[in-house]
């Protein structure tokens, strides 16, 4: 079920971004984010205020959570995203995580397939988000899901890479 976050989850919500960046220091880190730096509590405290944090569960567990808003950075201005749709016809997908012992699942794919919904709900005309240009795991699923790729990015976060960036127009 997606829904979502109620404020008693931000610590299971926390919980999956620490189990998440310690798998990933594990193994290969395709998202550049770091424990402790990104993603952490008050980024999950923030979208709970704004209404923007959503959980996809299973029996009562939180398998994967997302942020959803209109809000894009900056940046993203300068990338070669459809023009046509301006402030809330867009839903900008960030911090899309799923638990470590959910991966392969299918769960980040459910993810998407349910805020493609949410986003069809609230009238949205297309869907944007990015990942670290290293990032295969989310980019094979993003391409699978027929998100275009649009081009690429310098978000600024302090590190050298860039974010390759998709839309999905729905």
């Not at 023009?83 to 900008?92: A, C, D, P, S, Y």
Request: net charge negative.
């Amino acid at each position: 079920m997606f829904r979502k976050a109620n404020k008693n989850e931000i610590n299971d919500i926390v919980q999956i971004y620490d189990d998440i960046n310690d798998y990933l220091e594990s193994n290969i880190n395709y998202t550049h984010w770091k424990k402790g730096v990104y993603p952490i509590r008050e980024d999950a405290e923030a979208a709970f205020e704004k209404n923007e944090l959503f959980v996809f569960e299973n029996g009562g567990e939180i398998l994967g959570t997302v942020v959803l808003n209109s809000s894009e950075p900056p940046q993203y201005a300068n990338v070669n995203f459809d023009n046509r749709f301006k402030g809330n016809e867009i839903l900008v997908i960030h911090t899309l995580v799923v638990s470590p012992k959910s991966l392969r699942k299918g769960v980040g794919e459910a993810i998407l397939q349910s805020s493609e919904a949410y986003a069809l709900t609230n009238n949205c005309k297309t869907i944007r988000l990015d990942t670290y240009y290293k990032n295969e795991p989310a980019i094979s699923l993003y391409t699978k899901m027929f998100y275009n790729f649009v081009g690429m990015v310098d978000l600024e976060l302090g590190f050298e890479g860039l974010f390759k960036c998709f839309e999905k127009n729905i």
